[in-house]
Structures are given as C-alpha cells and as structure tokens.
C-alpha cells in the first residue's frame, strides 16, 4: 500500500470524482461556514434558479466582517453606523431566514468570527472539508481539516451541490523541530516560517506542519499557525490530530459524543501522515532559533525580529515601493519605532490564551499616550470568559478600549479604521497597502509584542516585561 499523507487521506476521502487533465475533480464539502460579505450574491443566484440549500446541516452562518464592535450599536439599541455595513448584516439575516440556513446573528451569545466559531462549537473535526468565503479558512485545518477559502461564485456552488470543483494541490511538509524559547509565540513562528519560505514558497501547496515544536503546540497556538498560511501562499495548512486535539474538541456542542466520540477518535486517529509518505516540497526549521518578530512592508514575507533592522535589498523596487508606504528605510532598526495604534485581536490572535498573554503584559501598567489601544475578541465566548477571568478589567484599567467581537480593524470593514501615516503594531494576519485603512502602516507581530507596543508607545521585545 502507497504511504499517504495526511491531506492526501482527507483529499481521498472526498472525492466524487477523480480529476483528468482536463477536468478537476468534484470533492465533497463537509462544512460550508457562511457570513455576511461573501454570500449575498451567491444566496441570489440560487434565488433566480430556484434552488434551495442542498445541506442545511452542513452549513452555518455568523456575521463578523462588517459587525460593530461598538455595544450600543449591538445590544443598546442604536442603529448600525456604517450603511454598507448595517445593509450586509440586514442581507444576511434576510437570506438565512429565507433559505433556512442556521445563523448565529449579531445578538447570539455564540457569535463571533467564522473561523473562531467553528472550533469552539465543535463543528470544525479531523478529516473534514471545511470551506468559507474568506482566506483564513486554512485556520481549521489545525484539527486535521482540510480548509481553504472560496470566491463567491464557489460559495453559490457549494450552497447549491454542497461540492466543488478542484484541481489537486501539491503537498508541502515544514517541519518545526526542537521548543520555542521562552517569550516566542506560534505567531513569531509563523511569521519566521514565511519569511523563510517567502510569500509565494507555499503556491500550490497543503502544508502539514509537524514535529515536536507543532505537536508542543496548544490548539490555539495551531490555530494561529495555520491561519497565516495563506500569508505563506498556500491553500491550506494542516496539523495532524492528536491527544490535545480531542481534548480541545471533546464536550463542544457540534462535536460527537457517547459511542460516536469513541467511534470518531478511532477514526481520526488514522489522519496522519504514514511512515515514508513523500512530499513534493519540505522544509525544516528549528525552532529554539526562532525571536519575536514584527513586519516591516507590505506582505508578511517582509518580516525580521524585533531586535532586527529593514533589510537592504538594492535594485528591489517593490521592495522599495514597500518601504515608501511604510515609512522606513534599508538599515532602519525595528525596535524603538514609535506607533500610534495598537490592535489586539482577528482570527488569528484573538482567542483567550492571545488575551491572557496581552493581558500578562499590559496587568498593572497603562498604555501609553497618545496611543489608542483596541482589544477584540474573537467571538462572544471568548468575551465572556476574559471578563469572568479578569481579563477585560486589566486592558480597561491599563486604559485600551474593550470591544464586543468581529474582525474590526483587522480590515476595516465595519469603520474601526487606522488613520493614513499612522503605525498600528497588529495581531492580524495582513499589512497590504490599505488594508486597515487608506495609507495605514501595518506591523505584524504577537499579542505580547503588541501589548509591549502599547506600554511604550514604540516597538518593544516583549520579553522586556516577561521576566
Ligand atoms: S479577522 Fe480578518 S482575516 Fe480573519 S476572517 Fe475576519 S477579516 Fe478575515
């Protein structure tokens, strides 16, 4: 028998029909995660054919894009600011309500951004075909899922067939040996594996990140990891399934229980790469090298440690171009930049454990002035566990603004902008030329570098504060 790897026994699985040269193949979609931006057109394409949702048990729907993270624009009754934003949530409940797709709307406790949600409701398993309209999907696979996200025209295809059509991708493994040092996070790791492998090293890839580092890894952690393959060029990161994995899913409401849990941990137990199963691309990082890091241009491949300097790439001009929009210069050290803006939060780092890890730092100190400081969670579980845990109290105490949950200023989209030449040090997953707002500069970097960011009002090496 052929050794396999883990994407190649997820992919096997749900083939409907095999791929020739000149067809993709059809693969089955266990999960279709739905919000607001990327499904209005698709919901009227099944309008003007007629078509119902093929499975309403497959599919879920929250709304976090575009959502206020203002309260009283949630719960206390004040209109949507934001008219695009009001329109897509309105569009959203409209198209769940009619097609009778499950939704988790903008006051449901369990609400929250999609690809926080779908972990901890359970719904995201081992060896399942998640998808979603948004990049990050790549998140899931963390569990041993194979996620990707989808434009919106394969949204209406997978609202109408609950299939899609796909050309096999190649497989990529990175493997992560020895322990992260103290005071480095899964996002410096992430960062440190994309500026290595570059932003294009992944095209056409599943990668399976493994070994010790990765199975040392809290689910969260790999969720982190996973998330920002994209970033790396991939379609999809995955992690293969293991004891931590269980016990992150066991309980959740979505996941199976009684016998179909001991049925299901015999059966995602087999979701790992066999001995000897080939990849087409391998790389090999060791990760007690690794520092914090931060992001100096305009695609997370442009990345050093914070103790680093901007590279100097002469004859480079997009390298240059990057440096214009930032603001820097080639030999320009990181540490010490000053920054106006600090973000907290997004699919990437926005679960408790990213918040216990600010929160470590930012606990009895202020933030800076002239620094305004946005702490996002991820979903409206997570808000409520940092505020029965204290968590809440101590970024309020330290002066940050505490917010109800969404992408935010991950992306702009529901108007918590950063302003043109401004720097927002960002636990997000993207620095495009704009993406948090016309002419704003982006720094990638941990919840505790950004936390260390907002003390000093500068770049910061987090271990500073860790003692
Ligand atoms: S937080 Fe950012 S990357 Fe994640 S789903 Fe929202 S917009 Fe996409």
Known sequence: M????????????????????????????????????????????????????????????????????????????APIKLESAAKQVRQLEVNCAEFGVNLLGLRDERRGIVHIIGPEQGATQPGKTIVCGDSH????????????????????YVLATQCLLQRKPRTFAVDVRGRLPAGVTAKDLVLAIIGQTGVNGGTGHVIEYRGPAIEALSMDERMTVCNMSIEGGARAGMVAPDATTYAYLKGRPCAPAGADWDAAVVDWDTLRSDPGAVFDKQVHI?????????????????????????????????????????????????????????????????RLSDLEA?????????VASGVRALVVPGSQQIKREAEQLGLAQVFIDAGAEWRESGCSMCL????????????CISTSNRNFEGRQGIGARTLLA??????????????TDPREFLG
């Open 2 to 77: 052929t050794a396999k790897s883990l994407f190649e026994k997820v992919w096997d699985r749900h083939v409907v029909v095999p791929e020739t040269p000149d067809t993709p193949a059809i693969l089955y979609i266990d999960l279709h995660l739905v919000h607001e931006v990327t499904s209005p057109q698709a919901f009227d394409v099944l309008r003007a054919r007629g078509l119902p949702v093929r499975r309403l048990d497959r599919t879920l729907a929250t709304m976090d894009h575009s959502t206020p993270t203002d309260r009283a624009q949630i719960f206390g009754g």
């Open 446 to 459: 941990s919840p505790a570098s950004a936390a260390a960011a907002a003390v000093r009002g500068r770049v």
């Open 358 to 366: 600010a929160a470590k730092v930012l606990r009895g100190r202020k």
């Open 286 to 350: 060791d990760a007690a090298t690794i520092e914090p890091m931060i992001t100096f241009g305009t695609n997370p491949g442009m990345v050093t440690t914070i103790g680093g300097a901007v590279p100097e790439r002469p004859g480079d001009a997009v390298f240059a171009k990057a440096l214009a929009y930032m603001g820097l210069q080639p030999g320009e050290r990181m540490a010490e930049k000053p920054v106006q803006v600090v973000f907290i939060g997004s699919c990437t780092n926005a």
């Open 412 to 423: 702009g989209m529901n108007g918590d902008l950063v302003d043109a030449g401004q720097y």
């Open 137 to 156: 999907t790549s998140t899931h696979g963390a569990f041993g899922a194979l996620a990707f996200g989808i434009g919106t025209t394969e949204v209406g």
